[in-house]
């Protein structure tokens, strides 16, 4: 009877010990759970290690957020680098949201730095006043659906050059997004210069698809370029609309701020 016990033991000992975020296997009927903070940046470090022996790029592999965290997540999934293959595994947000706080360490400042050919990201909020923001990815290869940017900023925040909700570049399909967020700018005080300069509701530079989504966000600015769905375009916008005001104090003609309820250019 001790032996039995004992062996119970070490199986639920070994059970927690080798737990991986909050639980789950990972696949598509039983995901990796994400109830906290500190489940969140073991899932970013674990990418950010890129050990193809462990998870690598999380190929095929499913994630679900459990509830909102609302504890700031501070590390997050880096841009390893242009030629890496970015996160290819799924994200399913559930609707909630998760208070966003890049450190200095994650540039470009977003919570996911690529998503990549294979991945997936849906149903995920970022709240939060991030000081470093660029976007929810940086670099998106794959499929971001039904996200929502709902982040607050308040200037001076870390002159990245461009602010945009959703996106920095896209080369893959961003579809049922909506930005809420507000965006405006002033002169940093550390390079004199307007910052943000150049802020879009979902996407800086789309290369590829974006598909009905909604910028509800106003951006109001000194000078700039600005777009309510893009700043620039080299692709396809299809059923897209801008809710969201649209002003700059610097009208000239010649020598003034760009902007435009959809693309800037």
Known sequence: MQKLLLSISIVLISGVAFAQFGGGTGTEEDPYRIYTKEHFEEFANEYNSQNFESYGDFSGIHL????????P?????HYIEQDATGFNGYFHGGGYSINIAPDENSMPPVLFGQIGENGYLDSLEIVGTPYYFTAMVYHN?????????????????YPY??????????????????????????????????????ISGICYWNYDTI???????????????????????????????????????????????????????
């Open 64 to 71: 679900r957020l459990m509830n909102n965290i609302t504890d």
């Open 161 to 198: 050059g461009f602010i945009s909700g959703i996106c920095g570049l896209n080369y893959g399909l961003i579809e049922s997004c909506v930005n809420l967020s507000n965006f405006c700018n002033d002169i940093h005080p550390d390079t004199g210069w307007f910052n943000p300069y150049e």
């Open 73 to 77: 997540v501070e590390t997050t999934l």
């Open 211 to 265: 598909r009905g989504c909604i910028n509800k966000g106003n951006f109001s600015v000194k000078e700039g370029v600005l777009g309510g769905i893009t700043t620039y375009n080299e692709g396809i916008i299809e059923l897209c609309i801008n809710a969201g005001n649209i002003s700059s104090d610097n009208t000239d003609p010649e020598n003034g701020s760009t902007f435009a309820g959809i693309t800037s250019f």
């Open 141 to 157: 290869s794959g499929i971001i659906y039904s996200c929502i940017c709902n982040v607050n900023i308040n200037l001076p925040i």
